[in-house]
């Protein structure tokens, strides 16, 4: 646990992800890596990973290729459109989960993203989906994944009254919450008595460290080729 109020936890040093020397950079030298951020809701974090492509620490890393998202009225997507980032949306509802999975990867793949950015992207992947992209699907979580897996985390840290969480970013596998974990941040919760303290406290983290997190990824040789 640490004592550091929230604003001080996310102005870390810059991550590692410490892969050994000579491997191959995710993105050729002179190109930003190109983005597909998925969501279904708010989208807060592609929000903030926007614009950390614009003004932050991706502004010379990568770009925003597409938004995506599986629901066509999520707030999110309006928001991106009002980013001037290009949008797209295929409904899932009705749809079975194989068929709209391989349906979205087609879609997705006419923007030819080097990374895969879920970002409150609220559906359990398929192999449909996973394997077009494998090793290069990034999702956040709003709890320790060995310790929290699917959805309401924030809710899961309120009613427990734990006194911290961790965010953590992590490459999506086949399985719920369970791939390999590439960052995580400790959030504060003592004194967080209302389930929107918590939850702000955890954006504004995770906000901070999806970027880091990204950025990271980007910069660092990597002995498997994404
Ligand atoms: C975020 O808290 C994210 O970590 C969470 O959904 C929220 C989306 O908010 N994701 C998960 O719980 C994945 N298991 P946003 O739409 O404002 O980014």
Not at 27 to 35: F, I, P, W
Not at 120 to 137: C, E, K, N, T, V
Not at 157 to 180: C, M, R, Y
Request: aromatic share 6%.
């Amino acid at each position: 646990m640490t004592n550091a109020s929230p604003q001080e936890q996310i102005r870390q040093a810059p991550l590692s992800l410490g892969e050994g020397p000579g491997g191959k950079l995710p993105v050729e030298a002179g190109r930003k890596a190109r983005l597909a951020i998925l969501l279904s809701g708010r989208g807060s974090n592609m929000l903030a990973l926007v614009k950390a492509t614009q003004t932050g620490i991706l502004k010379d890393l990568a770009e925003v290729a597409v938004v995506f998202s599986n629901q066509p009225d999520a707030p999110g997507l309006a928001f991106a459109a009002e980013q001037g980032c290009p949008v797209a949306a295929l409904p899932s509802q009705g749809r079975k989960r194989e068929a709209f999975d391989a349906e979205a990867a087609a879609l997705l793949q006419q923007y030819q993203p080097d990374f895969v950015v879920l970002a409150g992207y609220m559906r359990i992947l398929s192999p449909a989906f996973i394997q077009p992209f494998a090793g290069r699907i990034i999702n956040i979580h709003p709890a320790d994944t060995h310790q929290h897996q699917g959805l309401h985390a924030y809710e899961w840290a309120f009613d427990n009254h734990l006194p911290e969480t961790k965010i953590t970013v992590h490459l999506v596998d086949e399985g719920l919450d369970t791939g390999p974990i590439l960052a995580q941040q400790t959030v504060d919760l003592r004194g967080a008595d209302t389930l929107a303290e918590v939850e702000r406290r955890g954006l504004a983290v995770e906000h901070d460290l999806y970027a880091r997190t990204l950025a990271a990824l980007i910069t660092t040789p990597s002995k498997t080729s994404c």
